[in-house]
Protein backbone atom coordinates (compact mmCIF):
# COMPACT_ATOMS: atom_id res chain seq x y z
CA UNK A 1 0.00 0.00 0.00
CA UNK A 2 1.16 3.68 -1.00
CA UNK A 3 1.42 5.80 1.93
CA UNK A 4 -0.99 8.03 0.62
CA UNK A 5 -3.82 5.35 0.75
CA UNK A 6 -2.48 4.61 4.58
CA UNK A 7 -2.92 7.99 5.06
CA UNK A 8 -7.00 8.20 3.15
CA UNK A 9 -7.33 5.09 5.69
CA UNK A 10 -6.30 6.92 8.77
CA UNK A 11 -8.16 9.66 7.99
CA UNK A 12 -11.77 7.41 7.37
CA UNK A 13 -11.05 5.80 10.81
CA UNK A 14 -10.46 9.01 12.48
CA UNK A 15 -13.86 10.34 10.65
CA UNK A 16 -15.67 7.19 12.02
CA UNK A 17 -14.30 6.07 15.42
CA UNK A 18 -16.55 8.03 17.93
CA UNK A 19 -19.82 6.85 16.01
CA UNK A 20 -20.14 3.05 16.60
CA UNK A 21 -21.99 1.30 19.44
CA UNK A 22 -19.39 -1.14 20.89
CA UNK A 23 -21.53 -3.55 23.72
CA UNK A 24 -19.29 -3.76 27.12
CA UNK A 25 -17.62 -5.91 28.34
CA UNK A 26 -16.34 -6.61 24.74
CA UNK A 27 -13.67 -9.63 23.99
CA UNK A 28 -13.02 -8.91 20.70
CA UNK A 29 -9.49 -7.21 20.37
CA UNK A 30 -10.07 -5.05 17.45
CA UNK A 31 -13.08 -3.41 19.59
CA UNK A 32 -10.77 -2.92 22.40
CA UNK A 33 -8.42 -1.17 20.28
CA UNK A 34 -11.66 1.09 18.86
CA UNK A 35 -12.03 1.91 22.77
CA UNK A 36 -8.44 3.05 23.83
CA UNK A 37 -7.89 5.25 20.57
CA UNK A 38 -11.37 7.00 20.83
CA UNK A 39 -9.61 8.15 25.07
CA UNK A 40 -6.47 9.35 23.29
CA UNK A 41 -6.38 13.00 22.25
CA UNK A 42 -4.56 14.48 19.58
CA UNK A 43 -5.05 14.50 16.02
CA UNK A 44 -3.75 11.24 15.37
CA UNK A 45 -5.19 8.61 17.64
CA UNK A 46 -4.55 5.58 15.74
CA UNK A 47 -1.07 6.22 15.29
CA UNK A 48 -0.23 7.29 19.02
CA UNK A 49 -1.93 3.80 20.20
CA UNK A 50 0.00 1.80 17.71
CA UNK A 51 3.49 3.66 19.04
CA UNK A 52 2.84 2.37 22.11
CA UNK A 53 2.56 -1.15 21.37
CA UNK A 54 5.83 -0.53 19.25
CA UNK A 55 7.64 -0.52 22.46
CA UNK A 56 11.03 -0.84 20.56
CA UNK A 57 10.58 1.54 18.10
CA UNK A 58 10.77 -0.44 14.86
CA UNK A 59 7.62 0.72 13.15
CA UNK A 60 5.93 -2.90 13.50
CA UNK A 61 4.70 -4.75 16.23
CA UNK A 62 5.55 -8.39 16.97
CA UNK A 63 3.85 -10.84 19.21
CA UNK A 64 5.94 -10.22 22.23
CA UNK A 65 5.08 -6.37 21.72
CA UNK A 66 1.52 -7.21 21.91
CA UNK A 67 2.00 -9.71 24.94
CA UNK A 68 4.06 -7.11 26.75
CA UNK A 69 1.67 -4.28 26.10
CA UNK A 70 -1.64 -6.50 27.16
CA UNK A 71 0.49 -7.51 30.35
CA UNK A 72 1.02 -3.85 31.31
CA UNK A 73 -2.33 -2.87 30.70
CA UNK A 74 -4.69 -5.17 32.88
CA UNK A 75 -5.35 -7.63 30.40
CA UNK A 76 -2.95 -10.50 30.52
CA UNK A 77 -2.67 -12.95 27.54
CA UNK A 78 -0.91 -16.12 26.85
CA UNK A 79 2.24 -16.15 24.63
CA UNK A 80 -0.31 -18.28 22.79
CA UNK A 81 -2.80 -16.14 23.09
CA UNK A 82 -1.11 -13.20 21.78
CA UNK A 83 0.07 -15.21 18.72
CA UNK A 84 -3.01 -15.34 17.66
CA UNK A 85 -4.10 -12.08 18.01
CA UNK A 86 -1.05 -11.09 15.87
CA UNK A 87 -2.05 -13.96 13.16
CA UNK A 88 -5.16 -12.61 12.75
CA UNK A 89 -3.56 -9.22 11.52
CA UNK A 90 -0.82 -10.60 10.12
CA UNK A 91 -2.29 -10.26 6.53
CA UNK A 92 1.34 -10.08 4.64
CA UNK A 93 2.49 -13.43 6.88
CA UNK A 94 6.05 -11.72 8.29
CA UNK A 95 5.27 -11.97 11.69
CA UNK A 96 5.14 -8.72 12.57
CA UNK A 97 2.22 -6.04 12.11
CA UNK A 98 2.77 -3.45 10.52
CA UNK A 99 0.89 0.25 10.69
CA UNK A 100 -1.39 -0.68 7.61
CA UNK A 101 -2.30 -4.08 8.89
CA UNK A 102 -2.96 -2.60 11.94
CA UNK A 103 -5.20 -0.18 10.89
CA UNK A 104 -6.87 -2.34 8.37
CA UNK A 105 -7.61 -4.47 11.35
CA UNK A 106 -9.34 -1.39 12.48
CA UNK A 107 -10.97 -0.16 9.83
CA UNK A 108 -12.72 -4.11 8.90
CA UNK A 109 -13.86 -3.87 12.31
CA UNK A 110 -15.26 -0.36 11.96
CA UNK A 111 -17.30 -1.53 8.50
CA UNK A 112 -18.79 -4.62 10.68
CA UNK A 113 -19.67 -2.28 13.85
CA UNK A 114 -21.21 0.38 11.12
CA UNK A 115 -23.20 -2.24 9.17
CA UNK A 116 -25.10 -3.60 12.40
CA1 LIG B 1 8.47 -3.27 17.17
Do not use: C
Not at 9 to 19: F, Y
Not at 37 to 51: M, S
Not at 59 to 87: C, F, M, N, R, T
Amino acid sequence: MVEGSILELEKIIIETIDDVFIDLPTRNFAEFMIILARRKTGENKIRVLFEEYDSDGSGSVQKEEIKKWLDQHGKPVSKAQAGKISDAMDVSGDDRISYEEFLTMIAARLLVLNLQ
